[in-house]
């Protein structure tokens, strides 16, 4: 039996940690726009320099992922700026984050008893383990703007955690930029 339950606690934490470092996303959209008529684009920069905390392999990974995925929906980017469609901002900011985990041990102790709803005495033992791991948690932040109307058309938001070894994050960039636009009002084209 206990091994049981410390099997389905591992799977549980497993799905959670995994779940977790694979990113959550929000968005936002004006519901008014027909965004199938957007057909070029042009990067307009890093908000507040948000850039600088990246390395310049990132960043080529998260614009090309960027690229790809734009590309994918029908949205290339624009031979020179003027003739662009729409703006795309970034802005990426990162935290030093803590997660707390407890473990409980249950070491049940001899009983006796009486009767149908029993009566008894014993002793038992448990042991609580604590473990602390420190990660970094990023937040990136994609708006598309209107290049005629200058108003924001629409928003992606992403949490999650930061690959700290850079041939992960060559693997995860790509995955995570898909997974954000996901949430873009036009899907991929087959």
């Known amino acids: 039996m206990k091994k049981q339950l410390k099997l389905i606690t591992a799977i549980f934490i497993g799905l959670l940690i995994a779940n977790f470092s694979f990113g959550q996303v929000t968005s936002d959209y004006d519901k008014n726009v027909d965004f199938t008529k957007y057909k070029t684009y042009k990067f307009e920069g890093w908000e507040k320099d948000s850039d600088k905390i990246l ?3 990132d960043k080529t990974r998260i614009l090309e992922a960027f690229k790809n995925e734009l590309s994918s929906r029908g949205l290339n980017k624009a031979e020179n700026d003027e003739d662009a469609d729409v703006g795309i901002t970034l802005f990426l900011v990162v935290d030093d984050k803590t997660s ?3 473990y409980t041990t249950y070491n049940g102790g001899m009983g006796y008893g009486a009767g149908r709803w029993g009566w008894g ?3 038992g033992s448990s ?5 602390e791991d420190d990660y970094k948690e990023g937040t990136m932040v994609v708006d ?3 290049i005629e109307s200058k108003e924001l058309v629409w928003q ?3 949490q999650t955690v930061v690959q700290e070894k ?3 994050r060559e693997k995860t960039i790509p995955k995570k930029v898909a997974k ?5 009002p036009v899907k991929p084209i087959k």
Do not use: Q, R
Request: negative net charge; charged residues 20%.
């Open 144 to 146: 598309f703007y209107d």
């Open 180 to 184: 954000l636009m996901k949430a873009y």
């Open 166 to 168: 850079p041939e992960k």
């Open 127 to 131: 042991t609580t383990t604590y473990s």
């Open 55 to 57: 390395n310049d392999f």
């Open 121 to 123: 005495m014993g002793m």
């Open 100 to 102: 707390t985990s407890a």
């Open 156 to 158: 992606g938001v992403m």
